[in-house]
C-alpha cells in the first residue's frame, strides 16, 4: 500500500505546485473600459477580458492639418508592408512581451485612454515596445478588414505557445477602431439677401455647423455690421452699394479633441492618419465665404384722368412709404420725374404724368404708394395704395378724380314706404354711381364708377365728393339689394340741388319685399304600429297651426289642415318663422309636434313641410308565470314576437333596445320583456318563441289590448313545466313507498331538487335524493328539456332492488304537468326462508339399579331412535323485475325484445341456473349433517 500510496501523493504534491504557479493574483485593474477581475501574472493570459456592458467611449477624430507631425506608436513600421504575423516586431519576439507584466500595463493604459501620444496614463507607464505591440496587432486585424493585400492572415489567428489572451485584447482594440469613422469639421449658410428693415439694409441667414467646438466670424466688410448668435448669422449696414455689389464674410469653425483616441480610420481610405498635437489637444477647423444677394426694384406710376389719360397739366406728388415703419424713404434724384432709392428727398413730383423710381430693396412689410398732392381740379387719391417693386418696372396707374357733388341714397319699402317688413334689411345694398354724360367724373381709384354701400344699422348712404362737368346729374343703379328684398329694376337719375343745397343730390329708392309661403302636411302614424318602426301613416284633418315671427314674436297666421291633412298659409314676407301645433280632437292620442322654424328667403317660394305625430305610446311589459304554482318565472331563456290585431309581426329598432333584434323580444335578467318604444292603443298578440328552461313553449298566441289612460300594461303568459312522473309498484299493482331514486344530467352530475307540496323542483342548493310517496308517485316538474339517467338506489322495505336499477329518461318539449313523461317501475318482494326443520332428541337409556345378588340378567339392547327425514326444500323461484312502460314511448328507453328474437342467456336461464346451484348446495349439506347424527359413538349436534 505504501508503495501505492507514494506515486499518488506525489502526483497530488506536482498538481498542487502547478496550480500554485499558474494561479497567482496580481493587482486590481482599475481601468474603465476592463474587468474588475484580477489579472493573471503568468505567461497565459487568457482571463484578460472586457466588460462588454460597458462600451468604451473613444472620441471621433478629424484630418490632421500637419501629417507630418507624428502621433505615438502610430507611424507606419519601417518595414512596409505589414508581415502577415506579429513575430518578429521586437527583438526579443513576442513570448518576451505577452508575459510582461509592464506589457500588461501598457495595454490597460491603450484599451483606457485610447492610442495615446504619451506614454504616463494615470501613473501607469509602458515603453513604446509594448504599446507598439499591440497596437499593432490592431493595425494587422484592421488590413485584414479592409482586405489589403498584405493581411494574408486570418482575423482569428493566434501565435504559438497559447498566447490568446493578449490577441484578444489587440481585437478588442481592432473592434473600436473598426467602428470609427471621420467627421469632418464643416460650416455653412443659407442662401439669403438684403431686406429694408428701420431705415438700413439688414440680412440673416442661419449658420450649419457639424463636429465643431466654436464658430466664429472671421472677416467682414466695411460698413457692415455682423453678429454670429444662436446659429443665426445677422448682417447690417446703410451702404445701399451692397445691392449691386458683392459682399464676402468669412465664417469659421474649429474643434478641439483631447489627445485620447489618437487613431481613426478615414472613410475614403484605409490610411491610417497622425493629428496636429497643440499644447496637449487638437485643434481642427473648417470655413465658408457669406454673399448675401442683392435684390431691388423699379416702379412706374401714371397719372391718369378722363378716358385715361395722363394728366399732364400740372404735377401730382407722391411719397413712397415703408409699410412696416410708417414712414416715407428717402430718394435722390436722377433726372426730372426719375429718382433712386437712398437720399434724402422723400417728395417726388411727377413730369408729364409720369414718376419712375428705382434701386427698391424688399421690405417685410411692404410699400404703399401716397398721393399728397393732386394736379389741379383733381381730389388727390384717398387711401395708400400698395404697391411691389419689380425688375422690368411694376407700373402703377392712379387716376384723378373731379370735385363737385354728393350723391345720397336713402332707401324705403316698397309697400310701407318706411322700414322693412319681416326680417328683411336695408343694410348691404350696394349702389353705382356715375356721371349722365361720361362715367369718368365718377371715376375711384379701384373701379371706373363710384360704388357705395348702406352700412349696417342704416336706411341711407353718401358717395364722397363727385364732379358733375358741364352737363350736371348722375345716374344710379342698384347693384345689390338688401337682405329680402327684390332688386330695383331700373337705373335712377338724380339731379344736383334736390337735397339741401347744390351740394347734394338725394335719391330715395323703393324695393319690394320678397314673400313666400308655407305649406304644411299633417301626418299621423297609424295605430297598431311599433315605435320607430316603418308602419304606415295617415293625413290628420283638422289641425290647427299658429305661425309667429322669429325674430318679432308676433303670430304671422293661423292655418287649419283639411281632410287631405295639407294647409297653406298666406304669402309671408321674407324672414324666419316658428311654427307652433295647437291639441284638438283630431290629434288626439298622439303626441304634439314641437315647434319647428320655417325660413321664407326666395321670392315667391313654396316651403313645404310634413310634419308627422307619433301616436302615444304606453309601455308594455311581459312576463313569465308557472301556470301550476301561479308565480313569476325570472329566468332570461325566454323569448317572444308581437303580433298586431292582423296578426302580422311588428318589427322595433334594435338601436332603442339591447333586447330587441329585429322583431325578437328576449328577455332581462329578471325575465322580463320590455317593449322598446311601447306599442299604440289597439288590440295585439304576444306569440312565444322559447320558453324558460324547464317550462314547455305556449303554443297558441296569447291576446292582450292597450288602452289609453292606463300608465303601464303589464302581461303575464303562463307555462305549465315540463313533468315527469314515476310510479313504483309491487307486482300486483300496488303502489309502494319509501323508494329512493336518483337523477343525472346527461353530463353525469347529480340533480339536485327542492320538495313542496309534494312536488320536486330542481334547486342547485337542494338534495339529490328522490322519495316516492304514499301513492308510489315521485313527481317531478321544471326539469329542463334534455336526457337523464334514472336510478333506484335504494328499494322499498321487504322488496329487491330491480336488476336493471338505471334507465335513461328523456323530457321533450310536450313533457308537461297535463301529459307528463310517466315511468311505471314494479320491484319484486324478498323470498321468505322456509325454517329448516329441528331432529326430535334422542332418548337418554333408562339407568337399570344394581341387582341384589341374584343371576345376572341379560340386558336388552337399546332400541335406536327413529331417524326422522328432514324435508326436502323446494328451490325458491329467482326473483323478477317488471316495468310497466308508459302508454306513449319513452325516448332512450331499453328496446321490448321482438317476437322470434334471441334473448340472451345472462337475461333468461343464468338467473334461474345460479338458483339452482345454490339450493342443491343446501340440501347437500343438510343431508351429510343428518347420516352423520345417526352413525353410532357419536354426539348429535344440536342445529343452529
Not at 319 to 335: K, S, V
Not at 621 to 643: C, N, R
Amino acid at each position: 500500500m505504501k508503495e501505492r500510496f507514494r506515486p499518488w501523493t506525489a502526483q497530488m504534491a506536482v498538481i498542487l505546485a502547478i496550480v500554485c504557479l499558474l494561479w497567482i493574483p496580481g493587482a486590481q485593474v482599475r481601468a474603465e473600459g476592463l474587468s474588475t477581475g484580477r489579472v493573471v501574472t503568468s505567461r497565459l493570459i487568457s482571463r484578460f477580458t472586457l466588460v462588454d456592458s460597458t462600451p468604451i467611449v473613444v472620441p471621433l477624430m478629424a484630418l490632421a492639418s500637419d501629417p507630418n507631425v507624428p502621433a505615438f506608436c502610430l507611424t507606419p513600421h519601417a518595414v512596409e508592408p505589414y508581415p502577415s504575423s506579429p513575430v518578429g516586431y521586437v527583438g526579443t519576439g513576442p513570448e518576451a512581451l505577452f508575459g510582461s507584466e509592464a506589457f500588461i500595463r501598457g495595454v490597460t493604459a491603450i484599451v483606457q485612454h485610447g492610442y495615446p501620444s504619451e506614454a504616463v496614463f494615470d501613473g501607469v507607464t509602458y515603453s513604446p515596445e509594448e504599446a507598439y505591440y499591440a497596437t499593432t496587432v490592431a493595425i494587422w486585424w484592421l488590413h485584414a478588414e479592409l482586405g489589403m493585400p498584405d493581411a494574408i492572415t486570418p482575423i482569428s489567428g493566434a501565435v504559438s505557445n497559447g498566447h490568446e489572451g493578449l490577441f484578444q485584447v489587440a481585437r478588442r482594440l481592432y473592434e473600436i477602431g473598426r467602428t470609427q469613422l471621420l467627421k469632418t469639421v464643416s460650416v455653412s449658410a443659407e442662401p439669403a439677401h438684403w431686406i429694408w428693415r428701420a431705415g438700413r439694409l439688414e440680412c440673416s441667414t442661419a449658420v450649419t455647423q457639424h463636429h465643431t467646438d466654436t464658430v466664429g466670424i472671421a472677416s467682414v466688410p466695411a460698413k457692415i455690421q455682423a453678429t454670429l448668435a444662436d446659429g443665426i448669422l445677422s448682417l447690417a449696414t446703410s451702404d445701399l452699394t451692397v445691392l449691386e455689389r458683392e459682399v464676402e464674410v468669412a465664417l469659421r469653425g474649429t474643434s478641439r479633441f483631447a489627445n485620447e483616441n489618437l487613431y481613426w480610420l478615414a472613410p475614403d481610405s484605409p490610411a491610417y492618419q497622425t493629428v496636429l498635437a497643440v499644447g496637449g489637444a487638437s485643434l481642427f477647423s473648417a470655413a465658408c465665404q457669406f454673399v448675401p444677394e442683392g435684390r431691388s426694384g423699379s416702379l412706374e406710376i401714371l397719372k391718369t384722368g378722363r378716358e385715361g389719360l395722363p394728366v399732364t397739366g400740372s404735377p401730382a406728388v407722391f411719397q413712397l412709404i415703408d409699410a412696416a415703419a410708417g414712414t416715407p424713404c428717402g430718394f435722390t434724384a436722377e433726372a426730372a420725374g426719375r429718382f433712386r432709392f437712398g437720399g434724402t428727398m422723400t417728395d417726388l413730383p411727377t413730369e408729364g404724368g409720369v414718376l419712375r423710381l428705382s434701386g427698391i430693396p424688399e421690405s417685410p412689410g411692404g410699400w404703399l404708394l401716397r398721393e399728397i398732392a393732386a394736379p389741379e381740379g383733381h381730389l388727390p387719391a384717398g387711401e395708400d395704395i400698395p404697391v411691389v417693386p419689380g425688375d422690368p418696372a411694376t407700373p402703377v396707374e392712379v387716376s384723378n378724380q373731379y370735385e363737385m357733388v354728393r350723391v345720397r341714397i336713402i332707401k324705403r319699402d316698397a309697400q310701407t314706404g318706411e322700414s322693412p317688413q319681416g326680417d328683411a334689411v336695408f343694410e348691404g345694398a350696394v349702389f353705382e354711381v356715375w356721371h349722365r354724360d361720361d362715367p369718368d367724373f365718377a371715376s375711384s381709384p379701384e373701379d371706373r364708377r363710384e360704388r357705395v354701400e348702406i352700412p349696417a344699422g342704416s336706411d341711407r348712404v353718401e358717395t364722397r365728393l363727385l364732379r358733375g362737368g358741364s352737363a350736371p346729374g348722375f345716374f344710379v343703379r342698384e347693384i345689390a339689394p338688401p337682405a329680402g328684398y327684390l332688386p330695383a329694376p331700373e337705373t335712377m337719375e338724380v339731379l344736383p340741388g334736390s337735397g339741401e343745397d347744390d351740394m347734394w343730390a338725394v335719391l330715395t329708392v323703393e324695393n319690394t319685399v320678397i314673400r313666400g309661403q308655407i305649406v304644411l302636411e299633417k301626418r299621423g302614424e297609424a295605430p297598431g304600429g311599433p315605435a320607430g318602426g316603418e308602419g304606415a301613416t295617415i293625413p290628420l284633418p283638422d289641425v290647427t297651426f299658429r305661425i309667429f315671427s322669429s325674430s318679432t314674436g308676433k303670430i304671422a297666421d293661423a292655418i287649419v289642415t283639411g281632410a287631405d291633412g295639407i294647409a297653406r298659409s298666406g304669402w309671408l314676407p321674407y324672414g324666419r318663422y316658428r311654427v307652433e301645433e295647437l291639441p284638438g280632437e283630431s290629434n288626439a292620442g298622439y303626441l304634439q309636434a314641437p315647434p319647428f322654424e320655417v325660413e321664407l328667403c326666395e321670392p315667391e317660394a313654396e316651403v313645404s313641410v310634413v310634419v308627422d305625430n307619433v301616436a302615444v305610446r304606453l309601455p308594455v311589459e311581459l312576463g313569465k308565470g308557472d301556470a301550476v304554482t301561479g308565480e313569476p318565472v325570472a329566468d332570461e331563456g325566454f323569448s317572444l314576437v308581437i303580433l298586431d290585431a292582423d296578426g302580422h309581426v311588428l318589427r322595433f329598432p334594435v338601436a332603442r333596445s339591447a333586447g330587441a333584434s329585429g322583431e325578437v323580444l328576449h328577455a332581462d335578467s329578471e325575465g322580463r320583456v320590455t317593449v322598446p318604444g311601447g306599442l299604440t292603443m289597439g288590440s295585439y298578440y304576444a306569440r312565444e318563441l322559447s320558453a324558460p328552461a324547464g317550462y314547455v313553449r305556449c303554443e297558441e298566441p296569447i291576446p292582450f289590448e292597450v288602452v289609453i289612460g292606463e300608465e303601464r300594461i303589464c302581461l303575464e303568459i303562463p307555462n305549465e313545466p315540463t313533468a315527469l312522473e314515476i310510479l313504483k309498484t309491487d307486482p300486483t299493482g300496488a303502489p309502494l313507498s319509501g323508494a329512493l331514486f336518483q337523477l343525472e344530467y346527461a353530463t353525469g352530475e347529480l340533480c339536485r331538487f327542492a320538495q313542496l307540496d309534494g312536488v320536486y323542483r330542481p334547486d342547485a342548493g337542494g338534495d339529490p335524493v328522490l322519495r316516492s310517496g304514499g301513492d308510489g308517485m315521485v313527481r317531478i316538474h321544471a326539469l329542463p328539456v334534455g336526457d337523464y339517467r334514472l336510478t333506484e338506489t335504494e328499494a322499498p322495505a321487504g322488496y329487491l332492488l330491480p336488476q336493471e336499477a338505471s334507465i335513461p329518461v328523456s323530457i321533450g318539449i310536450r313533457s308537461r304537468v297535463t301529459a307528463p313523461a310517466a315511468i311505471a317501475w314494479e320491484n319484486e318482494p324478498e323470498p321468505t326462508p322456509e325454517p329448516t326443520p329441528v331432529p326430535e332428541p334422542t332418548p337418554e337409556p333408562t339407568p337399570v339399579p344394581e341387582p341384589t345378588p341374584e343371576p345376572t340378567p341379560v340386558p336388552e339392547p337399546t332400541p335406536k331412535p327413529t331417524p326422522v327425514p328432514e324435508p326436502t326444500l323446494e328451490p325458491t323461484p329467482a326473483p323478477t323485475t317488471r316495468i310497466t312502460l308508459p302508454t306513449e314511448p319513452i325516448p332512450q328507453a331499453e328496446p321490448i325484445p321482438e317476437a322470434g328474437e334471441k334473448i340472451p342467456f345472462a337475461r333468461t336461464w343464468l338467473p334461474a341456473a345460479l338458483w339452482a346451484a345454490a339450493l342443491t348446495a343446501g340440501l347437500l349439506t343438510r343431508a351429510g349433517r343428518s347420516i352423520a347424527a345417526t352413525r353410532p359413538g357419536r354426539r348429535t349436534r344440536r342445529p343452529w
